[in-house]
């Protein structure tokens, strides 16, 4: 499955050129050329320049693949392609008009509640993953607030017991996983984006 199979024909080039464009914006964040990042993901260079100017497409891993490689989440990735024009000061979204992720981008599924180039992107992730998954890292800082069950959050090798109205907060580079051993949760994640 290639992301733009999650979109309607009509976008699907618009989608690519934002999403290229968040690629490029954080593989120069973290000061990567295109050759390191072709290293750091597996991926051709020239395919990832394809991918930056919105000409290609990605599958799930290789998605997943850029995202570990650019300390982000595969759920903010796919939040830039989510993104219309600029922004507006105030922004009501309505629970009917929002849309989950492609399935495969979290464990579980992600909706983010906001559109467009934001300073930070909340996002709801409902799960039942019973054992932790890959931990990520990122150089942005992520608040994460239980809003319903339990859940085990694991930073830099430590975890962290959360109930239902617990919260934790970590600073850009903690290396981090969360999971449940008691069922099903949700979660609101709130993540700084990349300056």
């Known amino acids: 499955m290639t992301l733009a199979t999650t979109h309607g024909e ?33 991926l051709s260079h020239p395919f990832l320049s394809q991918v930056e100017r919105g000409l290609a497409n990605l599958s799930l891993q290789s998605l997943r693949r850029l995202a570990l490689a650019l300390e982000t989440s595969p759920v903010e990735l796919v939040a830039a392609v989510e993104q219309g024009p600029a922004p507006r000061r105030v922004e ?28 930070f992107t ?7 993953a ?5 931990t990520f890292v990122h150089a942005e800082d992520e608040f994460v607030y239980v809003l319903e ?7 830099d ?17 903690v290396r981090h996983r969360w999971w449940s051993d008691s069922g099903a ?3 609101l994640v709130v993540k700084q984006q990349a300056r």
């Open 10 to 42: 009509a976008d699907v080039d618009e989608a690519a050129v934002r999403l290229g464009a968040r690629v490029r914006e954080l593989r120069k964040a973290r000061g990567l050329t295109l050759v390191a990042l072709a290293e750091a993901t597996d």
């Open 92 to 119: 009501v979204v309505r629970s009917g008009s929002r849309r989950s992720t492609a399935e495969g981008f979290a464990r579980g599924t992600a909706t983010s509640l906001v559109r467009g180039s934001r300073p």
């Open 122 to 128: 909340p996002i709801v992730v409902d799960s039942d």
């Open 130 to 134: 019973l054992e932790p998954g890959e």
């Open 149 to 155: 069950g339990e859940a085990v959050v694991e930073t």
């Open 157 to 173: 090798g430590k975890t962290h017991r959360l109930g239902m109205g617990d919260s934790i907060y970590y600073a850009g580079g």
């Open 185 to 187: 949760y949700r979660l």
